[in-house]
């Protein structure tokens, strides 16, 4: 027969195993919320450089003349007087971009491709990380059992979301 244990070394094991898996729960939702706010920077890091520091680079405005399935095409005029214009520059398609409207715009290095530039094209670059702010938001909730900064997760993703929405 095997003895039993007290009842003290017992509820000690139980507290220790509690404990861990408390704390592996909080790591493991923590990698998962900072990975998913990582991608939302990363997704946004492709166009954000290029259009918040705009110094020394080629700006102007496109005058959409054709749009296809993903994107739009038209002329475009330098801002800075003595600069090439360029007969043909891409825009990518999206809501806000119209047949026949002109865009303040600058212009991607090593291609004809263009972003939008002023308020509208720095949130619309930021747009992932609001969406990832979002989704982060339920993993810190849920997860970390952290709602308030949850709830400021969310709201700092709707504002931006809603504020390109917006500005668009």
Not at 69 to 97: D, H, M, N, Y
Not at 124 to 130: D, I, N, Q
Not at 156 to 161: F, K, N, Q
């Amino acid at each position: 027969m095997i003895p039993a244990m007290p009842a003290t070394a017992a509820t000690s094991s139980r507290q220790v195993s509690g404990t861990a898996l408390r704390f592996g729960r909080v790591v493991a939702m923590g990698a998962v919320a900072v990975l998913i706010l990582v991608a939302g920077v990363w997704g946004s890091w492709r166009t954000a450089p290029y259009v918040m520091l705009t110094k020394g680079r080629e700006r102007g405005t496109v005058e959409v003349t054709r749009c296809g399935g993903q994107t739009c095409t038209g002329p475009f005029t330098p801002l800075v007087q003595g600069s090439p214009g360029r007969a043909r520059v891409v825009i990518e398609k999206t809501a806000a971009v119209r047949k026949g409207r002109s865009y303040s715009v600058v212009v991607m290095p090593g291609g004809d491709e263009v972003v939008r530039s002023g308020p509208a094209g720095v949130l619309y670059a930021w747009v992932p990380l609001g969406g990832a702010l979002l989704l982060a938001s339920v993993v810190v909730a849920g997860g970390l059992r952290r709602t308030r900064l949850a709830w400021v997760m969310a709201g700092s993703g709707v504002a931006l979301l809603t504020a390109a929405f917006v500005t668009m």
